[in-house]
């Protein structure tokens, strides 16, 4: 099982990105599925998360900026980014709980995420 994110880039504060995450492989079930965002020298944190019921979670410095979807029939994860700011700059992972042979946690190579002032 693999996932892979993209859609990251520079963009003007201000400005809007959507990152995409793909899984891929053989998969009964996705539970959770997950943004986290990092910065050098700095601990991973949560972005946003939602459930297979479609309940969402956010940090209080995206809420209201950002939202998270899913897509199960296309297996697929978005975060869709709207006015954006420069400490909005980091790798930003997808993470998903997924059930193969059994449920494990998967994450995603990261897609770079650049907000210039």
């Known amino acids: 099982v693999q996932l892979q994110a993209s859609g990251g880039g520079l963009v003007q504060a201000g400005r809007s990105l959507r990152l995409s995450c793909v899984v891929s492989?053989?998969?009964?079930?996705?539970?959770?599925m997950g943004w986290y965002r990092q910065v050098p020298g700095k601990q991973r944190e949560l972005v946003a998360d939602?459930?297979?019921?479609?309940?969402?979670r956010y940090s209080d410095s995206v809420k209201g900026r950002f939202t998270i979807s899913r897509d199960d029939e296309r297996n697929t994860l978005f975060l869709q980014m709207n006015s954006l700011k420069p400490e909005d700059t980091a790798v930003y992972y997808c993470c998903a709980t997924v059930l193969a042979s059994s449920w494990y946690n998967v994450w995603g190579q990261g897609t770079k995420v650049t907000v210039s002032s």
């Open positions: 492989g053989r998969v009964f079930s996705t539970s959770i």
């Open positions: 939602i459930t297979f019921k479609r309940n969402t």
